[in-house]
């Protein structure tokens, strides 16, 4: 809207008052109204940014010329003005919504400031709400749940990498999104409008894969009967995304690097090189570190691929999206079976907050799956729900970091439970985020993978 030039409509009975306050403003676009008719008839037609309106209109209240002017313009900001203003006046002006409040006589700067200020205001409202249509629109797509921490978190770092070229490593367990992640990634990039392709590079024997992504021209091993593009040439101009990196063969792992680096890509059989203007998303859930320790991954390529990381936590470091999900996926698959079930009875719900969901998302979209499709009521209950989940959880932990009897342990014992507390804690904290994690604790992130599969935390 007029972002630039703010429009200001004044509504006042009074000529005197009006042309006072449009001298004030002369430096604004500034126009009149004598009624509050005959300026909610401008605004219905007409953008504003601020109205400054008397209380005494005449024909319309105050409080009820705000309202209706709210109601034709949502984001519109509305200044209340009064000659005998009380306090009271004001309370109730602000309380329905008036942007501010000034009793007259008021001065010139009195008045710009307020003016100033809607319009700030305004502008604000303008900015998070295009913001917010440009990443919400597209992930709404998708129905993608983020309302823990951990989640919105991440959604905040995908914002920031979106608009470029950046090359993005999404690690996480099975289950956690990573796929659906990458997708909102392309779908919020300026590249969303060209091609998203996927290729699960764990699925594939090397030399397959290799012509698959980078293509192969005729006769360059037996079958290839003419040239073939590969995914990456397919790509350009959107997003690939290399899911099942971390058991690539390491001739492919070269080849990755080449892209990353060059952007070129050569066809297998050739040594001519192609340009290619592509996004690279990488996913894994094994650990990359481990795997450059025992030699079957590339240090190069790691620190290549590391410039943007983002860990997806597992479901149960973000509990906080279960009721969420689980909601969306009963209102999915009831409307694919037809089922009128509508919800989760408390005792059903508590269980799913606390089942610990090794497979995560996934794990859970399939126990709600079966849930509805077993439920002959209108709430899912806990009998519709595997009876693995109701199992036996951890025990809550202690309060106090040391159990009474620690001192009958050898040191080494007695500090394993505070160790675990402290770990789980500060993992919770991070959203799983494991490279915080370890920051926070002070130790590298390999001693913290190490005890995090001691005190079974992965
Ligand atoms: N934040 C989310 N909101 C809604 N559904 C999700 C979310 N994350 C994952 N899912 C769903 O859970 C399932 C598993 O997600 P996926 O992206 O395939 O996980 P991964 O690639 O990590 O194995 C998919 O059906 C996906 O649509
Ligand atoms: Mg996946």
């Not at 990381?309 to 969306?328: F, K, S």
């Not at 079966?370 to 693995?388: F, G, M, N």
Request: hydrophobic share 40%; aromatic share 6%.
């Amino acid at each position: 809207m007029s972002q630039t030039t703010p429009r200001v409509l004044i509504v006042d009975p009074d000529p005197a008052s009006r042309e006072q306050c449009r001298a004030f403003l002369a430096d604004r676009t500034v126009e009149t109204a004598d009624s509050g008719t005959t300026a909610l008839e401008r605004l219905a037609t007409e953008p504003f940014d601020v109205v400054l309106g008397d209380c005494e209109l005449g024909d319309v209240d105050g409080l009820e010329f705000l309202r209706l002017a709210q109601e034709a313009h949502s984001d519109l900001s509305v200044i209340l003005m009064a000659a005998f203003g009380s306090v009271q006046d004001a309370v109730d002006a602000m309380r329905h919504g008036a942007a501010d409040f000034l009793a007259k006589p008021f001065s010139e700067e009195q008045l710009r400031l307020a003016v100033d200020k809607a319009t700030r205001t305004q502008q604000l409202l303008h900015e998070n709400h295009d913001l917010k249509e440009a990443l919400d629109d597209r992930l709404r797509i998708d129905n993608f749940v983020a309302t823990d921490p951990a989640m919105l978190r991440i959604l905040k770092s995908v914002k920031a990498v979106a608009a470029a070229r950046t090359t993005v490593l999404i690690t996480g367990e099975s289950g956690t999104g990573k796929t659906l992640l990458a997708r909102a990634i392309h779908r919020s990039s300026p590249r969303h409008s060209g091609p998203f392709i996927e290729v699960n590079c764990g699925a594939l024997p090397e030399n397959l894969l290799e012509s698959e992504l980078f293509g192969h021209v005729r006769g360059a091993f037996t079958g290839a009967v003419r040239d073939r593009p590969g995914k990456f040439e397919e790509a350009s101009g959107g997003t690939i995304f290399l899911d099942e990196i971390g058991t690539s063969s390491p001739g492919f792992q070269v080849r990755l690097l080449r892209v990353l680096q060059d952007r070129v890509v050569e066809r297998v059989g050739d040594s001519q090189s192609i340009d290619v203007d592509v996004r690279v998303i990488l996913a894994t859930n094994v650990e990359l570190e481990a795997a450059v320790r025992d030699g079957s991954f590339r240090e190069d390529l790691y620190y290549r691929i590391q410039v943007v990381n983002l860990e997806m936590p597992p479901l149960r470091l973000r509990r906080g999206d279960i009721a969420n999900l689980a909601a969306l996926f009963l209102r999915r698959y009831a409307a694919e079976t037809g089922k009128p079930v509508r919800g989760f009875t408390d005792a059903a719900l508590r269980i799913l907050l606390e089942a610990p969901w090794p497979g995560n998302i996934r794990q859970l979209e399939n126990v709600i799956e079966r849930a509805v499709v077993l439920s002959e009521h209108e709430a899912i209950r806990p009998e519709d729900l595997p009876a693995t989940l109701h199992g036996p959880g951890t025990p809550p932990p202690a309060d106090n970091l040391l159990a009474p009897d620690s001192h009958l342990l050898p040191l080494r014992d007695g500090l394993a439970g505070p160790e675990r507390l402290l770990i789980e804690r500060a993992l919770a904290h991070f959203g799983g985020n494991r490279k915080q994690t370890a920051e926070s604790l002070d130790i590298n992130r390999s001693t913290l993978f190490n005890k995090m599969r001691k005190y079974d935390l992965l």
